[in-house]
Nanobody, 123 residues
């Protein structure tokens, strides 16, 4: 079992930045899992944002955030991060971190989820 808690969301102006954190705890070590970030805007389905394997490897991103968002993790701290730069109105959503066995952009493949943190991009 892994428990995930996101933090770092908030209100930001277009062009601004936020850094989301995902703190993991539980009986299984965080480093055993792939970490993903997803988001869900009002009235829309949950969508994949970024993911990273537990080992060294190339992260993957959805096209709309490439070049603006950076996913990272610190297994020693059991914490994952999503650095979001050049934020746009359309980035407004609840952001969730998730842990799963494989690096895929499919929500159903992730076993553990946090409660989400709200990001609002507004002028």
């Amino acid at each position: 079992q892994v428990q995930l808690v996101e933090s770092g969301g908030g209100l930001v102006q277009p062009g601004g930045s936020l850094r989301l954190s995902c703190a993991a705890s539980g009986r299984r070590t965080f480093s055993s899992y792939t970490m993903g970030w997803f988001r869900q805007a009002p009235g829309k389905e949950r969508e994949f944002v970024a993911g990273i394997r537990w080992s060294i490897g190339t992260p993957i991103y959805t096209d709309s955030v490439k070049g603006r968002f950076t996913i990272s993790r610190d297994n020693a701290k059991n914490t994952g991060y999503l650095q979001m730069n050049s934020l746009k109105f359309e980035d407004t959503a609840v952001y969730y971190c998730a842990a799963g066995p494989v690096l895929v952009p499919t929500a159903s493949m992730y076993d553990y989820w946090g409660q989400g943190t709200q990001v609002i991009v507004s002028a």
